[in-house]
Structures are given as structure tokens and as C-alpha cells.
């Protein structure tokens, strides 16, 4: 039973250029939420999503940002013409539907770290 | 809105020490806390749960303990290891299951050998 996976781990944009990070929850896990670790701070979240519907965007930037978890396939964080102020490590969470008894914490993935140059 | 403090940031001890690492959180209305723990370059692994019903949870050589009505978490290691140098995170969840969890930045901890 994989964790949460994540990919590229490592990921190197040109200033302009667009960035796709790409998260597969676990194994009967439908909901996902991505954090964003900038240096020095905290995780901030993003964005909290379900299969085909976006639950709670209120840490998304207005723009350039955009989430979304198909169907099908892993979820896309999408980084529209990069900046110098986006390089940061994004963390993908994910949890299962129902919280059945105890409470289930989340699982994190190990991470995409965005460098822009 | 939710605030969630680590002080310090980082905390230098020699091994063997027993430590406590001191979580405070602004709003008491929790549905939980969880403690992560960061390795350099790596993702998170999650070290215990409390509920917002429970006093403590305890696992191995760590007890993490909550005080809702104070706002307070404490992370206590016992016989630390230079092994558990890492940075240990603070997290609450507000709300309901499935909502969204506020981190402390976190306390870097190096033991020494």
C-alpha cells in the first residue's frame, strides 16, 4: 500500500514558464489538500480538493494558481508563468472519506521542491 | 483566524536529555493536533494524534499532551538520540474532519552526541 506520491521531486522552471506538480493520494483515500513550505516559514494551505470538485481554495493565490483532481489520475497543482517567488517545496496531504472511530491525521507526501531560476 | 506558535526554533541539547517542545495555539475550538516531524529535504512524518476529547497520546519514547482550554501542546522526548534531530511541526485542525490543518514554523532540534 504506497503512501502519498508525489512527482517530480525535484522540479526547475525558467522565470515564465509553466509548472505541473502531480500528487496520487493513497489507496482509498478521495480527498487531497496542498500545502506550500516556503523557506523559512511555515506550511500554508492551499487548497482542498475531492474528486471533480475544489472544497476549499481560501490559500490559493488569485492567480496564476489552479488545482484540481480529475476522476481519473492524480491531482495537478498548476503554476502558471512562474516567478522567483514561487520556489518553495509544495506537500500534497491526503485522507479518507470517512473518519470512521478515531480520527484519522493526515498523510503527507514527501514533496515537490520548485526551483525557479 | 488560527495561529499556531513554536518557541524557540531551534533547540540544541546533549543526548540523553528528556525535552519538552511547547506548542500554543490561539483558538481552542479544535477537532485535533497533530506533532510531524521534517528531515532536511524531506516530507513529513506524522508522530502522534490527540483528539480534541483526549489529555495525551503516547508512543514509544514520546508523549504529546493537550491543554484545549489554555491552548497548549507539549511534545516530550525521552533519552533523546542523536537520531531524533530533526524538525518537529505543530498542527491543529478546526473545524470539521476534513478541514484544513494550520502549522506552526516548527522547532529545529539537534542532539548532541
Known amino acids: 500500500n504506497a503512501g502519498v506520491m508525489q512527482n517530480p521531486r525535484h522540479l526547475v522552471r525558467r522565470r515564465g514558464q509553466e509548472a505541473r506538480l502531480r500528487c496520487s493520494p493513497m489507496?482509498?483515500?478521495?480527498?487531497v489538500y496542498w500545502y506550500r513550505q516556503l523557506p523559512e516559514e511555515g506550511l500554508k494551505f492551499m487548497v482542498y480538493l475531492q474528486k471533480e470538485n475544489i472544497i476549499d481554495e481560501s490559500g490559493m493565490p488569485k492567480e496564476r494558481f489552479s488545482a484540481e483532481f480529475p476522476k481519473e489520475g492524480p491531482s495537478i497543482l498548476r503554476i502558471q508563468q512562474v516567478v522567483r517567488g514561487d520556489s518553495a517545496a509544495y506537500f500534497c496531504?491526503?485522507?479518507?472519506?470517512?473518519?470512521?472511530?478515531?480520527?484519522?491525521?493526515?498523510?503527507f507526501g514527501s514533496g515537490t521542491r520548485l526551483t525557479v531560476v | 483566524k488560527q495561529e499556531v506558535t513554536q518557541i524557540p526554533a531551534a533547540l540544541s541539547v546533549p543526548e540523553g536529555e528528556n525535552l519538552v517542545l511547547n506548542c500554543s495555539f490561539t483558538d481552542s475550538a479544535i477537532y485535533n493536533l497533530q506533532w510531524f516531524r521534517q528531515d532536511p529535504g524531506k516530507g513529513l512524518t506524522s508522530l502522534l494524534l490527540?483528539?480534541?476529547?483526549?489529555r495525551e497520546q503516547t508512543s514509544g519514547r514520546l508523549n504529546a499532551s493537550l491543554d484545549k482550554s489554555s491552548g497548549r501542546s507539549t511534545l516530550y522526548i525521552a533519552a533523546s538520540q542523536p537520531g531524533d534531530s530533526a524538525t518537529y511541526l505543530c498542527?491543529?485542525?478546526?473545524?470539521?474532519?476534513?478541514?484544513?490543518?494550520?502549522f506552526g514554523k516548527g522547532i529545529t532540534l539537534s542532539v548532541r552526541p
Open positions: 489507496k482509498g483515500h478521495s480527498h
Open positions: 498542527a491543529v485542525k478546526d473545524g470539521g474532519a476534513n478541514s484544513k490543518l494550520t
Open positions: 490527540i483528539q480534541s476529547s483526549q
Open positions: 496531504a491526503s485522507s479518507p472519506r470517512w473518519h470512521t472511530g478515531f480520527n484519522y491525521g493526515y498523510t
